[in-house]
């Protein structure tokens, strides 16, 4: 089971017998169906977070074994900034809402491609805690911590664009295949 369906299971398990009744009423059920997706993209976004807290963590554990070494311990400081950034993207992104005016309006479509592609940014985080323990255990073992802080570096950098683009992946501009 994916994260994005654990979710959508979890969400959907916690309705009260009222809310499930209400499903069935037309008007309402596409109402709450967009909530549930909006609701379900921010528990996916909740546990990015989470797993990009571990990161920072293991970030601020190389800075203090890296403190007799000034220009290391700089760069890695750089990254936590991005790294600390690139989460307060992921916590703070807008959850699918479009005004009633709005000219773009978000769709269910685009909601459920918002999800799917929020779901799958757990790769990409993964892939960053990869490098952090690489850089980690370079540190522990005096090997090639530069060559490991570019690669995290470039890492980072690489999220940070890729999740610019979840703004236009929201309005349908987009299918988020593009990287």
């Known amino acids: ?22 499903m069935y009423v037309p008007g309402y059920r596409g109402y709450r169906e967009r909530n549930l997706r909006r609701d379900e993209d921010r528990a996916v976004r909740n546990e990015l977070s ?8 293991e970030l601020a ?6 403190v007799r070494q000034p220009g290391p311990m700089m760069d890695v400081e750089r990254i936590r900034t991005k790294v600390d950034r690139y989460d307060i993207d992921v916590k703070k992104a807008a959850n699918g809402y479009s005004g009633f005016h709005a ?3 978000v769709q269910q479509e685009d909601l459920d491609r918002l999800v799917e592609w929020d779901a799958g940014l757990f790769d990409d985080i993964e892939l960053l805690r990869q490098h952090t323990s690489e850089l ?3 540190t522990d073992s005096d090997g090639e ?14 999220l940070i664009e890729s999740y610019n683009q979840r703004e236009s992946i929201m309005k349908g501009l987009t299918d988020g295949g593009e990287e």
């Open 50 to 57: 989470r797993a990009i807290q571990g990161t920072k963590q």
């Open 136 to 138: 980690m255990a370079a």
């Open 145 to 158: 911590v530069q060559t490991c802080i570019r690669q995290l570096e470039r890492t980072i950098d690489s």
């Open 1 to 22: 089971m994916t994260m994005d369906q654990k979710v959508k299971y979890e969400i959907k398990s916690k309705m009260t017998l009222a809310e499930r009744v209400a």
């Open 103 to 105: 000219s773009m309006k």
């Open 61 to 66: 554990t190389v800075q203090r074994t890296l």
